[in-house]
């Protein structure tokens, strides 16, 4: 069974500090994925990496980083974190990039 | 570009009855099409697809799909609900050449017992 971790389920931060959020996978998987999901709005892509130290930008890719060192791991960065960053922000990963995507249980971070 | 609409934001349902949930997409070219379920507090899991071949699909805890072409459509269905049906669900598509899953706003299916 493919297993996607995420570092925190539940984060606390305030405005303007750095957050990072981190992702594990353990399915050598080429493809990882970050989304944030809101209430009425689904699931909304961030960044994307298809290798190690490869990455793309999403559709809300402002205000974010990503960093991939290892294959297995996929972090997310908030370089000064604002309210408006309050979310459930969500790992996956896949072996090929247009097939099924494996889904850590989330982190939900709020920005005070 | 790719588009995805889920037309139902809340579909409450009783228990043991049928249910759809409806899924359009918009795309010029050919797609792969997803169904994932969220349940309370924990991530999407993968339902079921439609890669290629024929157009119904099925998937796991008793859901089926069908793929209509001409319609654009994608919609999940179930003959008999459960109470631990009770999620939200969300459509997503894959165009050909796009690097890009896009997802719909999702569809929470409440099951009234």
């Known amino acids: 069974d493919v297993k996607v971790t995420q570092s925190s389920r539940y984060l606390v931060k305030r405005t303007g500090e750095k957050v990072f959020l981190e992702c594990v996978q353990d399915?050598?998987?080429?493809?990882m994925f970050w989304y944030r999901q809101d209430p009425g709005l689904g699931l909304r892509l961030i960044y994307f990496?298809?290798?190690?130290?490869?990455?793309e930008k999403g559709d809300i890719p402002e205000g974010y980083s990503v960093s991939r060192e290892k294959k297995e791991r996929f972090s997310l960065i908030l370089e000064s974190a604002s309210t408006n960053q309050t979310s459930m922000y969500l790992c996956?990963?896949?072996?090929?990039?247009?097939?099924?995507?494996?889904f850590g249980p989330g982190t939900r971070l709020l920005v005070l | 570009a790719q588009s995805v609409t889920q037309l139902d934001s809340q579909v409450p349902v009783f228990e043991e009855a049928p249910v759809e949930l409806r899924c359009n997409y918009s795309?010029?070219?050919?797609?792969?099409l997803f169904w994932y379920v969220q349940y309370p507090n924990q991530g999407l899991q993968l339902l079921l697809k439609?890669?290629?071949?024929?157009?119904l699909v099925k998937g796991i805890n008793g859901f089926e799909a069908e793929f209509n072409k001409s319609q654009t459509s994608f919609h999940l269905r179930k003959p008999s609900v459960h109470i631990s049906d009770t999620a939200e669900y969300f459509c997503?598509?894959?165009?050909?050449?796009?690097?890009?899953?896009?997802f719909g706003t999702g569809t929470r299916l409440t099951i009234i017992p």
């Open positions: 990496s298809y290798d190690v130290k490869m990455k």
């Open positions: 996956a990963s896949s072996l090929v990039i247009e097939e099924t995507q494996y």
């Open positions: 439609y890669l290629s071949g024929s157009t």
């Open positions: 795309s010029s070219v050919s797609v792969y």
């Open positions: 399915m050598d998987h080429e493809n």
């Open positions: 997503a598509v894959h165009n050909f050449g796009n690097e890009k899953l896009t």
